[in-house]
C-alpha cells in the first residue's frame, strides 16, 4: 500500500518540476529552474525507491510531500498569488530544493553496505503487517496494522523534529532582535519582543518536546517488543538454538543480542536517523541565514570579498575536524564490538558458576572458577583499556577543537561590529548561527564514541542473524536426514549415516525398525553414537543423511541425563514444555506421586531454584512425571534414571509401563539391570571403518 502511494507521490513530484521548469523559463528565473531540474531527479529517486527500505520509504516520502508543498508556496509568491497577510510565513526559495536532495541523498545512501545493514534489521518491524491493538490519545484502543502505526509514529517526529528546527530559526531572530534591542536601550522592543515572541515559541516548544517524548516512548517500545519476539522466535524455532550451538556460528552469548543489542540498535537507530535529519535540517536553515549574513564579509585584514564567508570558514574548520578524528578513531568500532563479546563472556562465567556451584563446591572448585572468571575479566580490562587509549587521544583532539569552535565567528565578524556596519544583535546572531552551522557539520565528531558503538550493535546483531539462517539451512540441503511421515506404526531407519559437527561419520545403520509396543534398550561403548542415533530419532540432529520413517502424527518426547528445569513455579516446571494451564493442579498432583515424588505435591505454586534445590534423581524422576503427564507414543530415554538406585529405577519403569501401555520405551544405558526392563536389546556394534551400527544382541521377556 506504502508503494503504491509512494508510486503516486513520483508522478506528483514531476508533475510540479515540470510545472516549476515552465513558469521558470517563462520567467527566466534561475531558482525555478534549478527547482524543476532538481525536482526531475527526485522524482527519479522516488520511483527508484519503491525498491528500498520501508523505513527508508518514510523519509522519502516525508520529503516528496514537502517538496511539492513549499514548491508550490514558492510558486504562488513567484506569480505574485501568495495572500499579502502570510507575509511571515513565505518561505526561503531554496527550501523545497533542499529537501529534494535531502531525498536524493536517501535513495543515494539506501545502496550502501552499512545503510542496508541499518535497514534490514528495522525492515523486520516496518514491514510488520499483523494487525495489533494500541492505546492512542484521545481514540482510546485502536487496532491497525503495525507497520501502519509505525510508519505513523515516525512521520510525526520527524515532523515534530522539523517544527523545533524552525522554532530554534525564528528564535535566532528574536535573539538578533532583542540584543539590538539591549544595545539601542529601548525598554518598549526589549519586554515586547520577549512576551510577544519569545514566551509564545517557548511555550510551543516545550509542548510539542512533551509530545515528541510520548509519540517516541510507544514507537521504540512496540519496536523492541516486535524485534525481541522475532528473533527470540527465530533463534528458537525448529531448535535453531541447539542447532547454532553445534555449529559454533559467530554467535556468542545470544542472551546478550537479544535483551541488549536489540535494545541498543532501536534507541541508535532512531536517535541518529531523526539526529542526522535534524542535524542537516539545521544545517540548511542556519547556512542560509549565516549566508545573507556575511554574503559582503572581507578576509580578516584584506579587501578581499568572499560571499558567504563564514559558510565556508565553517565547512573547512568542520571537514578538517571530521578527518582528524577518523583518522584517530577508526579503530573504536572493533574494540566496542570486541568489549560486548567480553563482557558477556564474564556475566555468562558468572551465571554458569551459580548453576553449577554444587558440583564446584563438591570437587571445591572455588580457586580453579576463580581464575577462570578472573580471567575472561582480564579480557575485559585489557580491552578498556585500549578503548581508553583511543578515547583519550580523541578527547585531546576534540576538547581542542571544540574550544576553539566558539572563538571563530567573534574573530570574523568582530571588525565590522567595530566599524559599526553591524549591530551587536547580528554579531551575536552571526555567533550563534555559525555554531548551528558548525556543529552540523561536525555531526561524525561529537557522535564519534556513539557512532563506533553503533556499528558494533549492527555487526552483533547481523552476525546473529546470519548464524541463526545457517543453522536453520543445516540439514536442508542433500545428502541430508530425510524425517518421513508414514501410515505404519513402526519407526525405520534406512541408509542412515549419522555425521558429527566436524563432519566425522560415527554411526550407519543400514536398516533398522524399532517396532510399536516393543521397549528396547541400546547400548554400547561411551562415545559409540548411541546419544546421536536418539537425538537423529528425535527430529534434531541435523549431521547425517538417509530416511527415517516415524508414524504420521505420533508423539514423541526425549528425556536427557541432565533434564532441563524453567525458572519460576514447581507448576511450570512439571509441566514444561506445555503451556500454563493445560493440566489440573491434580493430574499434576497425581504425576508427582506416580513418579516418587509425593513430598513437592503440595509445592506447585512454590517459586524456587527448582534446578539447584532437586538431587540428580530428583530432577530425572521430575522429568519422568512430565512424560506422564505428556503421554508421547514413543519416549525417549537418553540415560534419563542413570543418578537412581537400582530399586528406584526398576519401579519407574514398571509404572510406566502401567500408566503408559500405549507407549513405545526406547532407552539408553549402561546398566545390565535395564535389560530385563526391556523386550529388545540392540547394542552398538564398532565396524572397521570406525563406524558403530546397531544390532540384536539378544531377546529377553517383557519384565
Do not use: C
Request: avoid cysteine; hydrophobic fraction near 50%; charged fraction near 20%.
Amino acid at each position: 500500500m506504502f508503494r503504491r502511494k509512494l508510486a503516486i507521490l513520483a508522478v506528483a513530484v514531476l508533475a510540479f518540476a515540470v510545472l516549476a521548469l515552465g513558469v521558470g523559463a517563462k520567467a527566466m528565473d534561475a531558482t525555478l529552474i534549478g527547482l524543476g531540474v532538481v525536482g526531475v531527479l527526485f522524482a527519479a529517486a522516488i520511483w527508484s525507491s519503491l525498491r528500498i527500505s520501508s523505513f527508508l520509504q518514510v523519509f522519502t516520502g516525508i520529503f516528496g510531500v514537502e517538496y511539492v508543498l513549499f514548491g508550490g508556496v514558492v510558486l504562488l509568491g513567484q506569480l505574485g498569488l501568495w495572500p499579502e497577510a502570510l507575509a511571515d510565513f513565505m518561505v526561503s526559495r531554496s527550501l523545497p530544493a533542499t529537501v529534494a536532495v535531502f531525498g536524493i541523498l536517501v535513495w543515494a545512501a539506501s545502496h550502501l553496505r552499512v545503510i542496508r545493514s541499518i535497514t534490514d534489521i528495522a525492515d523486520l518491524y516496518f514491514n510488520d503487517r499483523e494487525v495489533k491493538p494500541a492505546q492512542i490519545w484521545p481514540f482510546g484502543v485502536v487496532r491497525m496494522r503495525e507497520n501502519r502505526l509505525a510508519t505513523i509514529a515516525l512521520v510525526s517526529l520527524v515532523l515534530i523534529n522539523q517544527v523545533q528546527v524552525g522554532i530554534n530559526v525564528r528564535l535566532s531572530f528574536f535573539n538578533r532582535d532583542w540584543f539590538n534591542a539591549i544595545q539601542e536601550k529601548n525598554a518598549a522592543d526589549f519586554w515586547s519582543l520577549l512576551y510577544t515572541v519569545f514566551l509564545f515559541w517557548a511555550v510551543i516548544y516545550i509542548v510539542i518536546a512533551i509530545l515528541e517524548y510520548v509519540v517516541q516512548s510507544g514507537l521504540t517500545i512496540r519496536w523492541r517488543q516486535d524485534l525481541t519476539n522475532r528473533y527470540t522466535t527465530h533463534w528458537l524455532d525448529d531448535g535453531t538454538h541447539y542447532r547454532m550451538a553445534l555449529t559454533g556460528e559467530q554467535a556468542d552469548n545470544p542472551d546478550q543480542r537479544i535483551a541488549v543489542d536489540v535494545d541498543r540498535f532501536i534507541e541508535l537507530t532512531y536517535g541518529f536517523s531523526i539526529t542526522l535529519l535534524a542535524t542537516v535540517t539545521t544545517l540548511v536553515s542556519f547556512a542560509i541565514v549565516l549566508w545573507n549574513i556575511s554574503a559582503s564579509f572581507t578576509i580578516p585584514g584584506t579587501e578581499i570579498v568572499i560571499p558567504g564567508l563564514l559558510f565556508w570558514t565553517a565547512l573547512v574548520y568542520a571537514s578538517v575536524g571530521t578527518l582528524i578524528t577518523h583518522f584517530i578513531g577508526r579503530a573504536l568500532a572493533p574494540l566496542n564490538f570486541q568489549q560486548q563479546r567480553f563482557e558477556a563472556d564474564f556475566r555468562f562465567s558468572l551465571a554458569r558458576l551459580r548453576e553449577y556451584a554444587e558440583q564446584v563446591a563438591l570437587l571445591e572448585g572455588e580457586r580453579a572458577e576463580r581464575q577462570i572468571v578472573m580471567g575472561r575479566f582480564g579480557n575485559v580490562i585489557d580491552n578498556f583499556w585500549r578503548i581508553v587509549n583511543l578515547r583519550k587521544r580523541l578527547l585531546a583532539f576534540t576538547a581542542f577543537y571544540g574550544q576553539i569552535s566558539p572563538i571563530i565567528p567573534y574573530v570574523i565578524a568582530a571588525p565590522f561590529y567595530f566599524l559599526g556596519k553591524v549591530q551587536l544583535g547580528v554579531l551575536t546572531q552571526t555567533a550563534g548561527a555559525f555554531g548551528r552551522v558548525e556543529g552540523s557539520l561536525t555531526f561524525f565528531i561529537n557522535y564519534y564514541v556513539s557512532l563506533a558503538d553503533y556499528k558494533a550493535v549492527i555487526d552483533r546483531l547481523t552476525t546473529f542473524g546470519a548464524s541463526i539462517r545457517a543453522a536453520r539451512a543445516l540439514g536442508r540441503e542433500p545428502p541430508r536426514l530425510d524425517i518421513a511421515q508414514e501410515s505404519g506404526p513402526d519407526v525405520r531407519l534406512d541408509d542412515v549415516e549419522l555425521r558429527l559437527p566436524g563432519g566425522r561419520a560415527i554411526v550407519s545403520v543400514p536398516q533398522l525398525t524399532l517396532r510399536a509396543g516393543e521397549s528396547a534398550l541400546i547400548t554400547g561403548a561411551s562415545g559409540s553414537g548411541k546419544s546421536t542415533m536418539m537425538r537423529a530419532l528425535a527430529g534434531i540432529w541435523p549431521y547425517g543423511e538417509g530416511r527415517i520413517s516415524v508414524p504420521a502424527g505420533a508423539s514423541v518426547m526425549l528425556l536427557p541425563q541432565r533434564p532441563y528445569i524453567p525458572m519460576g513455579t514447581l507448576r511450570l516446571a512439571v509441566s514444561y514444555p506445555a503451556l500454563s494451564g493445560v493440566y489440573t493442579d491434580a493430574q499434576l498432583r497425581d504425576a508427582l506421586v506416580a513418579a516418587r515424588l509425593p513430598e513437592l505435591a503440595d509445592s506447585l505454586d512454590s517459586q524456587e531454584n527448582w534446578s539447584g534445590r532437586l538431587s540428580g534423581g530428583e530432577q530425572q524422576r521430575l522429568a519422568i512425571a512430565r512424560a506422564l503427564l505428556a503421554r508421547p507414543d514413543w519416549l525417549f530415554l537418553d540415560e534419563a534414571t542413570s543418578a537412581l538406585d537400582e530399586f528406584s529405577e526398576a519401579a519407574l519403569y514398571k509404572m510406566l509401563a502401567e500408566k503408559l501401555p500405549e507407549t513405545t520405551v526406547v532407552s539408553i544405558g549402561h546398566r545390565t539391570t535395564l535389560q530385563a526392563m526391556h523386550r529388545r536389546h540392540l547394542q552398538m556394534q564398532p565396524g572397521a571403518d570406525g563406524r558403530f551400527t546397531p544390532g540384536d544382541a539378544e531377546q529377553r521377556a517383557t519384565a
